[in-house]
């Protein structure tokens, strides 16, 4: 079984596998769509976490990593992945295209939140998404630190612009560098 990830888990997977490879899956965009009140936000003040978005245009490309599970963890690996599924998302099946051209596209399992579940937080304003990343922290940490981290995952493993991801990246960025300057000139 095949696990494709194109959040937390490209860069902390917290599983076994026993093969893990860089790609893309098709026909997807990536978006911050998704409320978290439990990992990256609390409730009354959401962070904000990716999804798929299907757009049904084989031209868009989601990048990430797929892990390779083998028969004896897959039940465990499952019901790791299916909590996940009680923050409001849902398996899919898809295919994956590995990065390295000696590897054959595979079929892959994979996470997506459906817009009718409780914590859709559906598209924003741009700023607006970035702020409230700025400001989001929750139980696995802040909400910036999986903004930063998975941008800095996806840029080393394609070059390929992610627009949303890396608009974000930047504006985040600028917003804590202008909150420092307000400290520092308070
Ligand atoms: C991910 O890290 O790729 C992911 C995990 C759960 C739901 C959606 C994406």
Redesign the pocket.
Known sequence: MWI???????WKPDFRYINRMEGHVKGFIRRFW?LSEDHRGLPGKPGR????ISTGNPLDCVY?AAYEISNEDEASVRHV?DV?EK?G?TIIETSFYPNDNDQKERNCY????QQDNPFWGGDAPIDQIAKQIAEAHGPSGSNREYLFKLADAIRLLTSVNDEHLFTLDQLVKEILTKDEQNIISI
Not at 4 to 10: A, K, P, Q, T
Not at 49 to 52: D, E, H, I
Not at 110 to 113: E, G, N, Q, S, V
């Open positions: 494709f990830g194109y959040g937390s888990i490209v998704q976490v990716v999804t798929l990430g992945l996940r923050d998302y994979t996470y997506m939140a």
